[in-house]
Structure formats: C-alpha cells, structure tokens
C-alpha cells in the first residue's frame, strides 16, 4: 500500500513538473512575442517621427523665411515657398491620417464598404490622388492596364488609399 501511494506522488509529481515545463514555454513564447511587438512599435514610432519631421521641417523653414522681414524675396520665390508649405501640410496631414486609420485598424474600429471595383479606375484614382504625381519634376506614367472590365470585390476606398501609399513611397 505504502508503495502504491508512493508512485502515486510520484506520477502525480512529474504531471505536475510537466504541466509547470509546459507552462513556462508558453509564458516564454508570449514574453518572446510581446517583446517582438514592442520592437516593432519603436521601429514604427522612429520611422513616422522621421516621416513627420521631413514636412515640418519644410513647413518651418518656408514659413520662417516668409515671416522674416529682413529676408527681400521676390513674388515667384514667394509662390513657390507657399506652395511648398501647402504641400508639404497635405503630406503630414495625410501622413496623421494613415496613423489614426491604422490605429482604427488596430482596434477593430474600421468597417468595410465592399463592392465590385474596377480595377483600372482604382488605378487611375489612385495615380492622380498620389501627393507626389503634382510635382512637376516628375513623371509618372502607367504603362500597363488590365483588361476591360475587370473587377474586384474588395473596399475600394481603402484599397485606393493603400495604392496611393504605395505609388508615393516608390516615387519617393
């Protein structure tokens, strides 16, 4: 009997090691994944304060170059540096907006609008909707199009916004 009960605590103590090793892999597996997205929302946090930074900079430098009355510039530099502080503000606007919608995202709080899409005027609007496609320096041309009447059953604005992304980075 003595010996019964002894192997008893004894299978009932390895269960209970092996129950505990499972556990502590687990809890290893979610430390490694959390500190994984901790690393990921630092490499976020830098790179939208690097995207921030680049129009406000600009923002700045124009508006203080237009405020300072020591500083003698002619009509056309004055066009072109307001129309690079407009620029510019779209940008970071539009950069603040992709960051609430993916915060929107992240908290399961956007809902779709699906529909059939055509695709070639998902391009098209997301091609003259790119910040980028109004500088004049540039030229932007698509090349291929798809067949006629081709569709996708999807959210077109978001896909268009996602597009639009895209064409900017490359372009940048």
């Known amino acids: 009997l003595i010996i019964c009960f002894l192997l008893f605590i004894n299978f009932n103590r390895r269960k209970h090691l092996l129950q505990v090793t499972k556990m502590n892999e687990e809890l ?3 430390r490694d994944l959390a500190e994984q997205a ?8 830098q790179n939208m304060t690097h995207e921030f930074r680049t129009p406000l900079n600009s923002i700045v430098g ?3 170059m237009l405020l300072d009355p020591t500083m003698e510039l002619d009509a056309e530099t004055k066009r072109v540096m307001r129309s690079e502080i407009d ?11 992709n ?3 993916l915060s929107n995202y992240d ?8 529909g059939d899409w055509d695709c070639n005027l998902l391009m098209d609007m997301a091609f003259s909707a790119t910040p980028m496609a109004q500088d004049t320096k540039l030229h932007m041309e698509r090349i291929n199009r798809l067949p006629e009447g081709t569709t996708l059953h999807t959210d077109g604005a978001k896909l268009q916004q996602a597009l639009t992304c895209l064409i900017d980075n490359a372009l940048k």
């Open 87 to 97: 620029g510019h503000t779209k940008q970071l606007t539009q950069l603040i907006n």
């Open 28 to 30: 290893a597996k979610a």
């Open 38 to 45: 901790s690393e990921m929302k630092t490499r976020f946090i």
């Open 99 to 101: 960051v609430i919608l």
């Open 62 to 64: 124009c508006s203080q």
């Open 107 to 114: 908290s399961g709080g956007v809902e779709l609008n699906q």
